[in-house]
């Protein structure tokens, strides 16, 4: 996996942060994260342990603020980017412990990432 260089930004209006990917196809891409989530059961109904899991099956949602080049983003590279990025956010949350987990976000008990 080549990584992707991105930075924060901040909305000057609405003090919103987003995250702008600065090099290869979705250069200059502007978007937000929301509804980042991992199950905690897995399919047969067991506890998955992050720790233990060959994969973390993780969910988001996200929403494009700027599209410069009116990039394609039904692909899927774009999700598979924002993926690799977000994936980079959390271990360096977990490692600065910047990230909370909410046990109790929705009906079926899955926990997501709160990073304010």
Do not use: C
């Not at 942060?17 to 059961?41: E, H, L, N, T």
């Not at 047969?44 to 992050?50: A, K, L, R, T």
């Not at 999700?79 to 690799?84: H, I, K, L, R």
């Not at 990230?99 to 990073?115: A, H, K, L, M, R």
């Amino acid at each position: 996996m080549d990584k992707t260089a991105y930075h924060y930004v901040v909305h000057k209006e609405t003090q919103e942060q987003a995250v702008r990917i600065q090099d290869g196809k979705f250069d200059g891409m502007v978007y937000q994260y929301s509804d980042v989530m991992f199950p905690i059961y897995n399919d047969d109904g067991n506890v998955i342990d992050p720790q233990d899991a060959e994969e973390i099956p993780l969910t988001f949602k996200w929403k494009v603020l700027y599209n410069p080049n009116e990039m394609d983003l039904e692909t899927g590279e774009f999700a598979a980017t924002a993926g690799d990025i977000l994936l980079e956010l959390i271990e360096e949350g977990l490692e600065n412990d910047a990230i909370t987990v909410n046990t109790e976000s929705g009906e079926n008990y899955s926990p997501s990432f709160d990073t304010e």
